[in-house]
């Protein structure tokens, strides 16, 4: 995630690609400018001629507005500024769960956000209730094809009783990656809301048998399963135990 935040002002012409170093190889002399376990949170700007660092947010308005002090006073308005910082927060404590595919790393130059649980919850929060809305409009589509009617609430007992019943079944098997645990499951919950959306979106225009709507969510629950295989196995984890209890629970 952190390589694609520089490639994307490296092509967007805002930051010299030469002058990028990741954490783990960064040159020892600007470390001692550095406040590196903050860096893993936040990442950081380092100026080699004024040795000025700036982090998170501040970096990238620094990148964003090229010196124009008017887009400064644009970004740091109260009304863009506080949804950005929690955004920002969101997904830099989460980064490695949304992103998934890679163990936490060890070593003095990890880098490796903090694990804060305000933060995790919030997420996995968020991504059940995305899901949630999705497939609640997803199966109302359904529903209508073939005559039936099912509780506005139904999907959401779901979505958040999966979670519960996910972390208890991880605290059985590998209770030191709960969290993580939960948060990938999160991500990959959300990756089939997404993959949906299109499909909603699609049926404002065309109208879609209920046939070819479940056929669809299939593929989705197939995409996702991959998903799931791939990042209980980063994490070390039985992913075949974790899939049969959550079919169960389902």
């Given at each position: 995630?952190?390589?694609?935040?520089?490639?994307?002002?490296?092509?967007?012409?805002?930051?010299?690609?030469?002058?990028?170093?990741?954490?783990?190889?960064?040159?020892?002399?600007?470390?001692?400018?550095?406040?590196?376990?903050?860096?893993?949170?936040?990442?950081?700007?380092?100026?080699?001629?004024?040795?000025e660092t700036k982090y998170g947010l501040d970096a990238m308005f620094h990148i964003v507005s090229q010196g124009q002090q008017w887009i400064k006073d644009i970004l740091y308005f109260p009304l863009f500024f506080i949804p950005l910082k929690y955004l920002y927060k969101l997904i830099t404590y989460?980064?490695?769960?949304?992103?998934?595919?890679?163990?936490?790393?060890?070593?003095?130059?990890?880098?490796?956000?903090?694990?804060?649980?305000?933060?995790?919850?919030?997420?996995?929060?968020?991504?059940?209730?995305?899901?949630?809305?999705?497939?609640?409009?997803?199966?109302?589509?359904?529903?209508?094809?073939?005559?039936?009617?099912?509780?506005?609430?139904?999907?959401?007992?779901?979505?958040?009783?999966?979670?519960?019943?996910?972390?208890?079944?991880?605290?059985?098997?590998?209770?030191?990656?709960?969290?993580?645990?939960?948060?990938?499951?999160?991500?990959?919950?959300?990756?089939?809301?997404?993959?949906?959306?299109?499909?909603?979106?699609?049926?404002?225009?065309?109208?879609?048998?209920?046939?070819?709507?479940?056929?669809?969510?299939?593929?989705?629950?197939?995409?996702?399963?991959?998903?799931?295989?791939?990042?209980?196995?980063?994490?070390?984890?039985?992913?075949?135990?974790?899939?049969?209890?959550?079919?169960?629970?389902?």
């Amino acid at each position: 995630m952190c390589a694609a935040y520089g490639s994307t002002f490296t092509k967007l012409n805002m930051v010299d690609g030469n002058t990028i170093d990741p954490y783990q190889i960064i040159d020892e002399e600007h470390t001692k400018h550095i406040d590196m376990h903050r860096a893993t949170n936040e990442i950081a700007l380092h100026n080699t001629q004024t040795k000025e660092t700036k982090y998170g947010l501040d970096a990238m308005f620094h990148i964003v507005s090229q010196g124009q002090q008017w887009i400064k006073d644009i970004l740091y308005f109260p009304l863009f500024f506080i949804p950005l910082k929690y955004l920002y927060k969101l997904i830099t404590y989460n980064r490695k769960v949304i992103v998934g595919g890679t163990s936490f790393h060890q070593g003095e130059r990890a880098c490796n956000p903090d694990r804060n649980l305000f933060y995790r919850s919030l997420f996995i929060g968020l991504s059940a209730w995305f899901t949630a809305v999705v497939l609640n409009s997803y199966f109302g589509l359904v529903g209508q094809y073939f005559g039936f009617e099912s509780p506005w609430y139904i999907e959401y007992f779901i979505c958040f009783g999966q979670i519960a019943w996910q972390g208890i079944m991880i605290q059985f098997i590998a209770p030191k990656n709960g969290w993580d645990y939960l948060g990938n499951m999160s991500a990959v919950s959300a990756l089939g809301g997404i993959l949906l959306l299109p499909v909603l979106l699609l049926t404002s225009f065309v109208t879609l048998s209920g046939y070819a709507l479940l056929g669809i969510f299939g593929l989705v629950v197939g995409v996702m399963l991959m998903e799931h295989v791939r990042r209980c196995k980063s994490m070390q984890l039985g992913w075949w135990l974790l899939f049969l209890g959550s079919c169960i629970a389902i």
